[in-house]
């Protein structure tokens, strides 16, 4: 459970579990539609995957691992298209917490008619959804991104 939530306290004072996945993806987002031009969160190794994948497939310009306040964070960099709309229009958390869903090698889809991406938690580590095709692999459907 220490990996895939964080847990906060809200301004009443109560604890809210977060999905750090969902926190990910909703920074990224946001980010680039307020113009900003990085997005820092708390350090994973789950989230450096994910961070990876998206660096290689567009959707971020940089990711690094960064000391703030003695706790480790993950700061990624937004990416921009030439005339200055956010790289990410949208995500789609699929797989959740109180949710978890599985694709098998033969499910997996193009996302937005080849305009997007699936991201999947296999074991051969977090691939994109044609990296998994190649590979021969299925696995946990984390999330669409396009």
Not at 28 to 52: C, F, H, M, Q, R
Request: proline share 3%.
């Amino acid at each position: 459970m220490k990996e895939k939530y964080q847990v906060c306290e809200n301004h009443l004072g109560k604890t809210i579990i977060m999905d750090k996945i969902s926190n990910l993806l909703i920074s990224l987002k946001n980010g680039g539609n307020a113009g900003k031009e990085v997005a820092t969160l708390p350090y994973s190794k789950n989230l450096a995957a994910i961070a990876k994948t998206l660096f290689d497939a567009g959707y971020i310009v940089s990711y690094k691992k960064i000391t703030r306040k003695n706790h480790d964070a993950l700061e990624l960099g937004i990416a921009y298209t030439n005339n200055g709309t956010p790289r990410i229009h949208d995500v789609k958390r699929i797989s959740k917490p109180s949710r978890r869903l599985y694709a098998g090698v033969h499910e997996i889809r193009p996302i937005k008619h080849g305009h997007g991406i699936l991201v999947l938690s296999t074991p051969k580590g977090i691939l994109t959804g044609e990296q998994a095709k190649s590979e021969h692999v299925g696995g946990e459907t984390l999330f669409e991104i396009w």
